[in-house]
């Protein structure tokens, strides 16, 4: 199987794991998922090759790398949803990030 193939599933299967609805997260890792995010060196990166990628410019390694950082985005936006519902459960109010 190609890694690539492999890693999709690897991620589909990790988000499953973590977004499963029956297992409540502490309050207190739910706050710290909330201030989980790329850096500014990363958002940097992925916008340039986003930019790159629009005039088809990457070479196949850079086509990886941007696909990487979309899966790795998913799956932290999984956990911060998961992480404000559990939040607004606690509270009885809503949690923005």
């Given at each position: ?11 589909a ?69 998961k ?15």
């Amino acid at each position: 199987m190609p890694a690539k193939l492999s890693s999709d599933y690897e991620v589909a299967i990790l988000a499953r794991v973590l977004g499963k609805e029956e297992e409540k997260l502490p309050a207190n890792v739910a706050r710290y998922l909330l201030d989980v995010g790329f850096s500014s060196r990363d958002k940097e990166r992925m916008h340039d090759l986003a930019l790159r990628n629009q005039q088809d410019a990457l070479s196949n390694h850079e086509k990886e790398e941007l696909h990487a950082y979309a899966k790795i985005g998913t799956v932290v936006s999984i956990l911060k949803s998961k992480a404000r519902r559990v939040l607004k459960e606690k509270t009885g109010q809503g949690v923005s990030s």
